[in-house]
Structures are given as C-alpha cells and as structure tokens.
C-alpha cells in the first residue's frame, strides 16, 4: 500500500529523490513522513507534508537540503534529498495515516500505522 523506491549510492555532495506511491485503499492520506534508520541507530524522523496547505516540517538534521513535496495526480510523495552526507546513509522508510495529527505528534513514529518497506540511501565519502 505504500511502495518507496529512489535509493542508491551517491557521493558526497550529490542528490537523490526518493518516491512513495499510495496504493491499495489508503488514497486518501493526510499527513505523510519519512524517517530513516542508519545501522545501530534508532529510527529517526526526516520530513513531513500534511495534506492541508501541503505545510511540511524537517528535522534540524536536514532543514535546508531536504525537501518534501506531493504530487497529486500520481498519489505519490517524494523526498528530494541535496547536499547528501555520509551521516544521511540509512534506510529510508514512508509513513502515513488517514486522520490528521496535532503538530507535536507529527515526528513521532507510532502515529503512523502505514509503511512502506524502506529503501537504502548510502553515501559515500
């Protein structure tokens, strides 16, 4: 139901756009998120578009290369990754929800119960 794709090796400095296809009766998503997990750490929260306003939130790790953005007609999100860093080698994965979250909850992975099955990020140095 969430399909991500667009991972890949890519050097220091380069850029990748990771994709997320809704699929399979959960069109009508509201806030959807990316979060990666890089080996041995926890899984961390990346960005988010909510459906309203399209308004998106980053982690201070990624505010300023990272953009999130929807595209309607294709009922995908993607995330459009610049300036990549070896520190930005993880597992990327896709989260939605159908209802809508209050702006404190909007980072935290639990509130998601749809997942996409990640796909791998590694730059290198």
């Known amino acids: 139901q969430l399909q991500a794709s667009g991972g890949g090796l890519v050097q220091a400095g380069g850029s990748l756009r990771l994709s997320c296809v809704v699929s399979?009766?959960?069109?009508?998503?509201?806030?959807m998120a990316w979060f990666r997990q890089a080996p041995g750490k926890e899984r961390e929260f990346v960005g988010v578009i909510r459906y309203y306003q399209s308004s998106t939130y980053y982690a201070d790790s990624v505010k300023g290369r990272f953009t999130v953005s929807r595209d309607s007609a294709k009922n995908t999100r993607n995330l459009q990754m610049t300036n990549l860093k070896p520190e930005d080698t993880a597992v990327y994965f896709c989260?939605?929800?159908?209802?809508?979250?209050?702006?404190?909850?909007?980072?935290?992975?639990?509130?998601?119960?749809?997942w996409g099955q990640g796909t791998l990020v590694t730059v290198s140095s």
């Open positions: 989260a939605a929800r159908l209802r809508g979250l209050a702006l404190s909850a909007l980072r935290t992975s639990d509130q998601y119960p749809y």
């Open positions: 399979g009766g959960i069109d009508s998503v509201k806030p």
